[in-house]
């Protein structure tokens, strides 16, 4: 069973930039991928960012590069870099993990969730 602990969240203008970070309470080296959701008041959960074992990223259309996400395997961290902040881009951010164990069960965990507040 792993725990994800999401951190970062708050209140932040419009144009501001938030770190959140998902401390998992094991190694992640057997997690990929691992990924940041999202849901905007009202609105469903949405894929924000992912990134693979090996490093390899995807985001939403929708960020136009204004997001980055990293993972650092020996703190069992990810984290989501969020720079030029929107309005739109407000709700509860879920941190995603999905563990493979051999030899083909991937197994999914989520966080509990951080709050990120955009003011205009």
């Known amino acids: 069973q792993v725990q994800l602990v999401e951190s970062g969240g708050g209140l932040v203008q419009a144009g501001g930039s938030l770190r959140l970070s998902c401390a998992a309470s094991?190694?992640?080296?057997?997690?990929?991928?691992m990924g940041w959701y999202r849901q905007p008041p009202g609105k469903q959960r949405e894929l924000v960012a992912a990134?693979?074992?090996?490093?390899?990223?995807n985001y939403a259309d929708s960020l136009q590069g204004r997001f980055t996400i990293s993972r650092d395997n020996a703190k069992s961290t990810v984290y989501l870099q969020m720079n030029r902040l929107k309005a739109e881009d407000a709700g509860v951010y879920y941190c995603?993990?999905?563990?493979?164990?051999?030899?083909?069960?991937?197994?999914?965990?989520w966080g509990q969730g951080t709050q990120v507040t955009v003011s205009s």
């Open positions: 094991e190694s992640i080296d057997s997690c990929y991928p």
């Open positions: 995603y993990a999905k563990r493979w164990v051999p030899p083909t069960i991937g197994i999914n965990y």
């Open positions: 990134i693979t074992r090996s490093g390899s990223t």
